[in-house]
């Protein structure tokens, strides 16, 4: 048995004993597979280059026998109370005996449902540990899974790169890719659906599509980081009206405010070319600082920004949205802004930032990345002097839209 001790004896209310637990016992000659209980095994039994034999259980044996005698000791003191000389001092009747031993049934039943009590409580709590250890081991397992895939990679690294650029400031800016279904086909096993909230608008040509998107009030300096915590993948319903978070924002949390701009943008993008997969929203410092004193007119922004870097007009030649002073975050800021991506690629919000929308992280990040070098090369020049000396033509656009194949619209190439 290698391992006799009282727990192991059960007695039934007919007075038949069990012997129980026989998940340590071994056959005589079997090497020894772990140390009984303490107290009732032998010393011996602890060494494991020892193997099984009969001297085990009978040493464990004498061990509970000794313990039986113990509980005895109360007996015992029954009887020598029945047998004290003096009258006075010895039980006067029988019902005093016989309440002595209900009072030592008591206190052994209720010894014993207190051990049972801890032994539940003990074996629950292990349960519990075993289970959260398993479901941590779970998540992570899932979280490094989905943090493989090469687009949630490509969407960590624009979020750093923004971060770097230093456009987003503590939680300022946001960004939302749409995601491919072969992509979603990907990572779906890690997806664990939480429940359905509204969007806040309704983009019906998206439903029951996949997004990865920032967290609100989520810092873009942590994504690298703690990406699980920083920003979430959401699955639009077949109406576009409510998302749900699928994977991602592990310590709660909801998709970035903008999301109604960034899904209203996309869904006007997607309608242009199914190729739009990408909108960005940042907080470019001298795109912000040029709507303090620049006119706040798509014409006079377009133009301003091809003049301050040749390669501007070929990067963005459908021009530049902007949307004037509105309270971000809702619907009202996202109706405007999708207004004018039905134009453009890039839309500055006065006094606030940009959105920026591309196929890909690369030229959606290099699309904000030209627009705001131009700006800062023209916040620079005002520094400078409050005129430019010299600057490109319209002819001159005309003719560099020529050589490298864009249509410049004619609007934006004004005499001055
Ligand atoms: P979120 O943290 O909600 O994404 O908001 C940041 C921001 O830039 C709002 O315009
Ligand atoms: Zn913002």
């Given at each position: ?9 059960m ?11 026989f ?38 044996l ?42 030592i ?12 009590v ?9 349960w ?8 941590r081991?779970?998540?992570e397992?899932n979280?490094m ?27 300022g ?72 978070i ?22 006007v ?40 870097a ?17 309270v ?17 690629d ?27 070098k131009?700006a800062?090369?023209?916040v ?5 002097q ?6 490109i ?24």
């Amino acid at each position: 048995h290698m391992d006799l001790k009282p727990e192991n004896i059960m007695l039934d209310r007919s007075g038949n004993i069990y012997l129980i637990d026989f998940g340590a016992a071994l056959f005589a000659g079997e090497k020894l597979s772990g140390y009984g209980t303490k107290n009732y095994a032998s010393k011996k039994q602890a060494k494991t280059e020892e193997r099984a034999d009969i001297y085990f259980d009978i040493y464990s044996l004498g061990k509970t026998m000794e313990s039986l005698l113990k509980a005895t000791d109360a007996v015992q003191k029954i009887i020598e109370k029945c047998l004290i000389d003096d009258d006075a001092k010895r039980y006067h009747n029988i019902r005093q005996i016989q309440a002595d031993f209900e009072r030592i049934l008591r206190i052994c039943r209720m010894k014993k449902g207190f051990m049972v009590v801890i032994a539940v409580f003990c074996i629950q709590n292990l349960w519990n540990q075993i289970q959260r250890e398993e479901k941590r081991e779970k998540e992570e397992e899932n979280n490094m899974k989905f943090l493989d895939a090469e687009f949630v990679k490509g969407f960590i690294r624009m979020a750093n790169d923004g971060w770097e650029q230093g456009w987003h400031e503590r939680n300022g800016g946001n960004l939302s890719y749409r995601v491919k279904p072969e992509e979603v086909e990907e990572v779906k096993e890690n997806f664990e659906a939480r429940e359905w909230n509204p969007i806040g608008t309704a983009v019906p040509n998206l439903a029951g599509e996949y997004f990865l998107v920032t967290g609100s009030g989520k810092y873009f300096r942590n994504v690298t980081i703690k990406p699980e915590d920083s920003i979430c993948m959401i699955e639009l319903d077949e109406k576009g009206e409510n998302y749900r978070i699928v994977w991602g924002l592990v310590n709660g949390g909801r998709p970035t405010s903008e999301l109604p701009s960034h899904l209203m943008n996309l869904e006007v993008k997607k309608l242009q070319d199914e190729r739009y997969r990408v909108v960005y929203h940042a907080h470019t410092t001298n795109v912000i600082a040029l709507t303090f004193v620049l006119p706040l007119e798509d014409k006079v922004f377009t133009r301003e920004l091809w003049e301050m870097a040749t390669e501007c007009p070929v990067v963005f030649p459908s021009g530049i949205g902007v949307v004037p002073w509105m309270v971000p975050g809702g619907r009202e800021i996202a109706v405007a802004t999708s207004e004018l991506m039905k134009k453009y690629d890039l839309a500055i919000w006065a006094h606030h930032g940009m959105f920026a929308a591309g196929f890909d992280f690369d030229l959606t990040f290099g699309l904000m990345h030209t627009a705001e070098k131009s700006a800062e090369i023209l916040v620079k020049t005002l520094s400078m002097q409050p005129t430019k000396r010299q600057t490109i033509t319209p002819d001159e656009f005309r003719h560099l839209a020529k050589d490298f194949g864009v249509t410049l619209p004619e609007e934006f190439l004004y005499e001055k």
